[in-house]
């Protein structure tokens, strides 16, 4: 129940992961992310995937925290650096 509220009180952050994202996902499941939402797939049914373009043809990830999102990164050492 505590966590419950953690999430509605805390600010919260927004990770989309679009396309062949397998490496990056992997690095989002190693790290501890509260009051974190994660999107993977490729479906524009999911709000948060929606409309967001794959760079270069790689994996993408986007993490978006107060409705502002980063720079989209296809790369492992960006993303982390991200989630810190």
């Given at each position: 129940m505590l966590s419950s509220v953690d999430f509605i009180v805390g600010p919260s952050r927004e990770i989309a992961l679009i396309g062949?994202?397998?490496?990056?996902?992997s690095i989002v499941r190693k790290s501890y992310l509260p009051r974190s939402v994660i999107a993977y797939g490729n479906s524009d049914k999911i709000p948060l995937l929606r409309d967001r373009?794959?760079?270069?043809?790689?994996?993408?990830?986007?993490?978006?925290?107060?409705?502002?999102?980063?720079?989209?990164?296809?790369?492992?050492?960006v993303l982390e650096a991200q989630l810190q």
């Amino acid at each position: 129940m505590l966590s419950s509220v953690d999430f509605i009180v805390g600010p919260s952050r927004e990770i989309a992961l679009i396309g062949s994202a397998a490496e990056l996902l992997s690095i989002v499941r190693k790290s501890y992310l509260p009051r974190s939402v994660i999107a993977y797939g490729n479906s524009d049914k999911i709000p948060l995937l929606r409309d967001r373009q794959i760079i270069d043809g790689q994996g993408t990830a986007y993490v978006c925290e107060n409705y502002m999102c980063k720079e989209p990164t296809t790369q492992v050492s960006v993303l982390e650096a991200q989630l810190q």
